[in-house]
């Protein structure tokens, strides 16, 4: 893989740079991140797990979010069927999230 700061080759199994130091992966994962459903911290389908795992955002946002808008008008609930239907489910252990804030 290459550095997507400065160019540089790295080995695949790199965090950081070894020429420039950007961190180059935030979850350990060897895999890219894609969106997929998140088997392991679902509540129904995995869908807003998964979304906030690739969003990188705390799931209980896009909860928040997706019941706001299931109650507003509806699109809600079929966006998330929606995302059900399209969303692969993850084929990791348990899905990497944004590490908790510093102490
Ligand atoms: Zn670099």
Redesign the pocket.
């Given at each position: 893989m290459f550095?997507t700061?400065?160019?540089?080759e790295?080995t695949a199994m790199a965090s950081f740079?070894s020429?420039?130091?950007?961190q180059l992966r935030f979850d350990g994962g060897v895999r890219t991140k894609r969106l997929e459903r998140d088997m392991a911290n679902k509540k129904i389908a995995g869908v807003c797990a998964g979304l906030a795992n690739y969003l990188n955002v705390d799931v209980t946002l896009i909860r928040i979010i997706l019941l706001t808008m299931v109650i507003a008008g509806g699109f809600g609930l079929l966006g998330y069927v929606i995302a059900w239907i399209a969303m692969p489910k993850s084929t990791l252990g348990s899905a990497p999230y944004a590490l908790p804030p510093a102490a």
């Open positions: 550095c700061n400065c160019g540089g790295t740079c020429q420039c130091g950007k």
